[in-house]
């Protein structure tokens, strides 16, 4: 029994112990797989930590970059908006009040968008926060009266000072304070309509809707409401303002109300404030934060202002509110049209250059404007006619320079395409006056032999018939002309008879003078020549020009400042029209008009020549001996030109001196002026070397004129030099033409008289002609021993007239009074009078 219990003791040991290591070993499995799954449960953990950071950074990066690329999008909108905004409320109608000021609009202009304050927007620069009003819509604001208030003042004041004075009218219904709300606007006289008139008010704003045809000026009916208003309003007066509402703004009628309802209409914004931020129905949720109300004294000045410049009536007309629509539209067939100022009541007022009036006459003292007046009518003519219709030929003999902006400066290339030839600086340049006539002479005669030939005697004919030539009317602009013809000298006679002849034949052929003056002595010269001026039926006189119009009218001694009476039948009274000018005065203004013709203008279009007296003309290169030089055995002319100087006509050309093989073929330069007897020697010579090969022999006896004539040997290609040590006056004949050029050769002195003569004499048949400086006509009359006749020509500097007499035909010598940096030049071959050349500068520093 005891080992029976003792073996199942021990088999139950036995089973105990596998069963334990059993256990053990389930155990052993339990805790790796345990452990196991606690490193997976890890490595999730980690992987899952891992992912979520980088979720987290993929979601920043993703964030910094939406917000990057939203604030670029906000940055350009709100570019976009400011622009936008800028635009649509310019000048007064957007200025922050700090820099308000009323702003004239410019022509074509058309109302925009109001400011009432600033619209924050994501930490940027604000943007304005406009509504609108004139042209589109009726105001309805809602909120604390107070602030409504302020708001309306700033609309009001920025309606007022975007237009024009007297283009916005202003009602206002204030039962309450009978238009003290409204106060500071007293000084425009604005409509006030207390309680008890709404009902007038309504009725009449109806009827001027129904009846204005042709709107000319906004009516901004400001309707500050009370209770009694709205608890009164009858259903006639709430259907009269239903009617205005759906009607006024096609009619310029604008509500701006308060404390009333409007009904609900397209044409209606409504503001609604809340603590000075305001909502408005075109702006969505956008909220305005208000500007503060316009300082006082602002409302005050700028309604003062205006008021001032509502009793003056409107302004006159600007140079730009003279152009045409469309630019060289017009054709100047039968005429020239064109507005050169407005009258009061601003309609423009044209004048006209044709068959009739042909020519203008313009009269005023000085300072009156004339000038102005030619600017502006120019400018009017410029805009409409274009260089095919209408050439310019302009010349100024006061001290001004008013016609150097037509053509090219140092500052500005442009020109004006129409200008053909400007004189400026001309009032001691008569003879570039006459110049002027005789081109204008040749033209009228041009015309009147093409209009013959197609049968006609006219312009308009002509250009009928030969519609491919080019015959543009000219208008010759002549500003104080008296001093071309006041002269008692031959040209002043030559002057007005041309004068004549182009303003009696020229109304035909197209030719038209417009001529200004400011003296009544001016005038006279005028009235001493019945057949002249009565060519000038068109008058323009400037305030208190006297004699312009007929005696027994005064309009010009009535008139204003910068007016004009235009009078097209030669003055008469009863044919007046008062006319208020623009200043054209501004250069810039003006610029951008010529620059914009000048890029117009066609192809071919030659600048104009322009002549101005304070300028030294340079020797032209073609004249200068530079590039190749003729070799000996190239061909000589048979009379070689020297130059002398520029002579003062329409083309500019050069005063030449044929050398040719005959006798007195010398030329004796005259006068004490060193520098310019230089260049007259050196152009001359330049000129001869330029033109084949020749020799040249410089005899320089004059100290001060060394420099001078060794500058011009160093350019002659072939020259010999004398001075006092080594006078000689014997050069030997040869192939080439010889030029013995002198420079104070009175100085050679006796001794040297006899071979100088026999030179002189029997030179030119040998090829061998004298360019001599005698520093007085009496020296060379010594040196010759009276017996000028060797001498051919000669180019006079300051040597009076009759000194020159026995050099010259006419008894007494030829009118003249020497003027600096001119010179009379006699050739007996070819003149008959002497002619005013201009002595080139060739030897100065700058050439
Ligand atoms: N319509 C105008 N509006 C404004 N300013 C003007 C007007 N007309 C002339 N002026 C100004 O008046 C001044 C004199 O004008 P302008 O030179 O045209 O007179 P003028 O009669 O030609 O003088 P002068 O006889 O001395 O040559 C200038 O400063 C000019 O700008």
């Known amino acids: 029994m005891g080992s029976h219990r003792n073996a199942l003791v021990a088999a139950i040991r036995q089973e105990l112990a596998e069963a334990r290591g059993t256990a053990r070993a389930v155990l052993a499995a339990a805790e790796s797989a345990r452990g196991e799954a606690q490193q997976r449960r890890r490595l999730v953990r980690e992987a899952y930590a891992t992912c979520l950071s980088r979720l987290a950074e993929a979601r920043e990066a993703t964030r910094a970059d939406i917000e990057d690329r939203y604030r670029g999008e906000a940055a350009r909108l709100a570019g976009h908006l400011r622009g936008l905004a800028t635009v649509s409320a310019t000048g007064a109608a957007g200025a922050p009040w700090k820099l308000w000021a009323p702003s004239e609009p410019a022509p074509g202009w058309s109302p925009g968008l109001l400011r009432i304050g600033t619209i924050s927007f994501d930490g940027a620069t604000p943007l304005p926060g406009l509504v609108p009003l004139l042209d589109v819509a009726h105001l309805h604001l809602s909120g604390p009266p107070a602030i409504l208030d302020e708001v309306i003042t700033g609309l009001l004041l920025r309606a007022l000072g975007s237009t024009r004075p007297g283009e916005v009218e202003l009602t206002v219904y204030d039962p309450e304070r009978l238009g003290g709300t409204l106060g500071a606007f007293a000084p425009l006289g604005p409509r006030i309509v207390g309680p008890g008139g709404l009902t007038a008010l309504l009725d009449e704003t109806v009827e001027h809707i129904c009846s204005a045809a042709v709107r000319e000026s906004w009516r901004l009916v400001v309707l500050l409401a009370d209770r009694a208003t709205t608890e009164e309003m009858t259903r006639a007066q709430r259907a009269q303002l239903d009617r205005i509402v759906r009607t006024g703004v096609g009619r310029g009628v604008h509500l701006v109300v308060r404390g009333l309802e409007l009904e609900d209409h397209a044409a209606v914004e409504r503001i609604v404030v809340r603590d000075r931020v305001a909502t408005c129905a075109s702006l969505g949720r956008l909220e305005v934060q208000l500007d503060p109300p316009p300082p006082a004294e602002r409302v005050a000045a700028f309604c003062r202002e205006t008021a001032g410049r509502l009793c003056e009536g409107p302004p006159p007309a600007r140079l730009a509110d003279l152009e045409p629509a469309r630019t060289w539209a017009e054709s100047s067939r039968h005429g020239l049209i064109a507005p050169i100022g407005d009258s009061t009541d601003s309609s423009l007022v044209e004048v006209t250059l044709g068959d009739d009036p042909p020519h203008a006459l313009i009269g005023g003292p000085a300072e009156s404007g004339k000038t102005n007046l030619i600017h502006t009518w120019l400018g009017s003519l410029a805009t409409r006619y274009g260089p095919e219709e209408l050439a310019l030929y302009l010349l100024d003999f006061t001290d001004g320079e008013a016609f150097a902006r037509y053509v090219p400066g140092p500052r500005d290339p442009s020109w004006l395409p129409q200008v053909r030839l400007a004189g400026v600086n001309v009032s001691g340049d008569r003879e570039f006056g006459l110049a002027m006539l005789r081109h204008l002479g040749e033209e009228l005669r041009t015309r009147a032999q093409a209009a013959k030939r197609h049968d006609t005697d ?390």
Request: glycine share 10%; net charge positive; hydrophobic share 40%.
């Open 458 to 847: 006219r312009l308009s004919g002509l250009r009928g018939a030969d519609p491919g030539g080019h015959w543009p009317r000219i208008v010759a602009v002549i500003d104080e002309f008296p001093a071309l013809l006041s002269g008692r000298d031959g040209l002043a006679d030559e002057a007005a008879e041309l004068l004549e002849d182009l303003a009696r034949r020229g109304r035909s052929q197209g030719i038209h003078l417009i001529l200004a003056c400011q003296e009544v002595s001016g005038i006279q010269v005028l009235w001493g020549r019945p057949g002249l001026i009565a060519q000038f039926t068109l008058r323009i006189a400037l305030p208190k020009a006297r004699r312009v119009l007929a005696d027994d009218n005064l309009a010009a001694s009535v008139i204003p400042r910068h007016h004009a009476v235009v009078n097209p039948e030669s003055g008469l009274a009863g044919a007046n029209r008062v006319v208020r000018l623009p200043d054209a005065g501004d250069r810039t203004a003006w610029r951008a008009v010529q620059r914009r013709l000048w890029r117009s203008r066609p192809s071919g279009c030659e600048e104009p020549r322009l002549f101005d007296g304070n300028a030294v003309p340079r020797l032209p290169s073609a004249y200068r001996p530079s590039g190749r030089v003729p070799s000996a055995d190239a061909p000589v002319g048979s009379s070689p030109g020297a130059v002398l100087g520029e002579r003062i006509d329409v083309a500019a050309r050069p005063a030449r001196l044929r050398l040719g093989r005959m006798p007195g073929r010398n030329l004796a330069v005259l006068g004490t002026r060193t520098d310019e007897a230089c260049d007259v020697l050196a152009a001359a010579a330049l000129s001869l070397a330029a033109q084949g090969p020749a020799h040249f022999s410089i005899v320089c006896l004059e100290p001060a004129a060394e420099r001078a004539a060794a500058r011009l040997v160093a350019e002659l290609p072939a020259a010999d030099w004398y001075d006092s040590s080594d006078v000689h006056f014997g050069p030997s004949a040869s192939d080439v033409p010889r030029y013995v050029i002198g420079y104070g050769l009175d100085a050679a002195g006796p001794p040297h008289r006899p071979a100088l003569r026999t030179l002189l004499t029997d030179g030119p048949e040998q090829r061998i002609h004298v360019l001599g400086w005698w520093r007085g006509a009496g020296r060379l009359r010594d040196d010759l021993a009276g017996r000028f006749d060797p001498i051919g020509a000669w180019v006079a500097l300051d040597v009076h007239g009759s000194e020159l007499a026995p050099l010259y035909p006419q008894p007494g010598g030829p009118l003249w009074y020497p003027r600096p940096r001119r010179a009379l030049f006699f050739d007996r071959s070819v003149h008959r009078t002497p002619e005013v050349i201009i002595p080139y500068e060739v030897n100065s520093d700058h050439t």
